[in-house]
């Protein structure tokens, strides 16, 4: 499958991001840093800098939505929560608006947020 990753840098985006690879999917990966990304998942994927590389005629069999600032690691000032919200909803709305404009449609879009931390109750 031809298969467009945000995210994998983060935690489960890494780690999925060498398992799809394993499975010998091919694999473009979205992120804000690209040089920690193709340091981080080497050369057998694509890196992307920015959702304007997607292009109408290019086929993604999935897309597969990590993105978004860490979410524990710095006080929750209002500066900061518009900054998680943008960081999520910003590239969802990115990737939902390239999906529309693409020739073919992927067959699966998974989106997924704060995923790795729930508290104690």
């Excluded at 998680?84 to 997924?112: C, N, W």
């Amino acid at each position: 499958m031809q298969i467009l990753l945000t995210g994998g840098t983060g935690f489960i985006g890494a780690s999925l991001a060498r398992r799809l690879l394993l499975q010998g999917h091919a694999l473009t990966v979205l992120s804000r840093n690209p040089e920690k990304a193709s340091t981080l998942l080497g050369a057998a994927v694509t890196v992307w800098s920015s959702i304007s590389q997607w292009h109408g005629n290019t086929h993604f069999d999935a897309v597969i939505n990590l993105a978004g600032e860490p979410i524990i690691d710095k006080a929750w000032t209002a500066k900061r929560k518009q900054t998680l919200l943008d960081s999520r909803v910003g590239i969802t709305e990115q990737l939902v608006s390239a999906m529309r404009r693409a020739h073919r449609k992927p067959y699966i879009f998974l989106s997924g947020s704060a995923i790795g931390y729930y508290g104690d109750c």
